[in-house]
């Protein structure tokens, strides 16, 4: 399969620790996204990278978040000091740069802060 | 990007046409209407998108109304795995440089009933 890869695809931690998802865009994708998704809302923008570049950063990415794409294919999602409300479902998403609109979404990680 | 309004939940019955409308009375000259559907537990999937012209595909059908100002998306014969999440969102689609991002909704959750 060449879709979107992310993992882990489940991830439990208490409070205070530190968790970092990774994401493994579709090869000839150079333009790579993250979401985040809590419960019976859509998926809300936190950051993109075309190639190794991280060209924009929602709001919601506070300093906790961190997010590298350090030769421009994979991807790491790192939050340090989780916290209950950082519970939710983390999406990747790759694109063409020539066709932007069209996101190719992972399975995502799904984050359980105790 | 313009705001779109969809409404929060339809019913359809197995193997009739399911029309999922959306309105983007703002939207600009140079946005493009795009659907994603998203199934329980799964990331997001691209259905089609359209500039003005009404467009097809294999999974489904766009009309966008002379004025531009709402769509439809046509499946038309639903399936049980149709139900789903599905997205109405319009944006740019740009081939530069520039960094814009796509913007989910609410969506609408579409029932479809045996």
């Known amino acids: 399969d060449t879709g979107v890869s992310q993992n882990p695809r489940h991830k439990i931690t208490k409070r205070g620790q530190n968790v970092t998802f990774r994401c493994d865009p579709i090869?000839?994708?150079?333009?790579l996204y993250w979401y985040r998704q809590t419960l019976g809302q859509g998926p809300e923008f936190l950051t993109y990278?075309?190639?190794?570049?991280?060209?924009?950063k929602s709001r919601l990415l506070s300093d906790r978040f961190s997010a590298e794409r350090p030769k421009g294919s994979f991807s790491t999602l790192e939050i340090q000091r989780t916290e209950q409300g950082d519970s939710a479902m983390y999406l990747c998403?790759?694109?063409?740069?020539?066709?932007?609109?069209?996101?190719?979404f992972g399975e995502g990680s799904r984050l359980t802060v105790l | 990007d313009a705001k779109t309004t969809q409404p929060p939940s339809m019913d359809c019955a197995e193997g009739r046409a399911a029309n999922l409308p959306c309105n983007h009375s703002?939207?600009?000259?140079?946005?493009?209407v795009y659907w994603y559907r998203q199934i329980h537990s799964q990331g997001p999937q691209y259905i089609i998108h359209?500039?003005?012209n009404n467009e097809t595909n294999e999974m489904a059908s766009l009309i966008i109304t002379e004025d531009r100002k709402s769509s439809t998306l046509i499946l038309p014969h639903a399936t049980l795995r149709d139900t789903a999440v599905y997205y109405c969102?319009?944006?740019?689609?740009?081939?530069?440089?520039?960094?814009?991002?796509?913007?989910f909704g609410a969506g609408t959750r579409l029932f479809v009933k045996a």
């Open positions: 090869s000839e994708h150079n333009r």
């Open positions: 990278f075309q190639n190794e570049a991280q060209l924009e």
């Open positions: 359209g500039l003005k």
């Open positions: 998403a790759s694109s063409l740069f020539q066709v932007p609109g069209e996101l190719f």
């Open positions: 969102i319009v944006r740019v689609a740009e081939g530069g440089t520039g960094g814009f991002k796509t913007i």
């Open positions: 703002t939207i600009s000259g140079n946005e493009y």
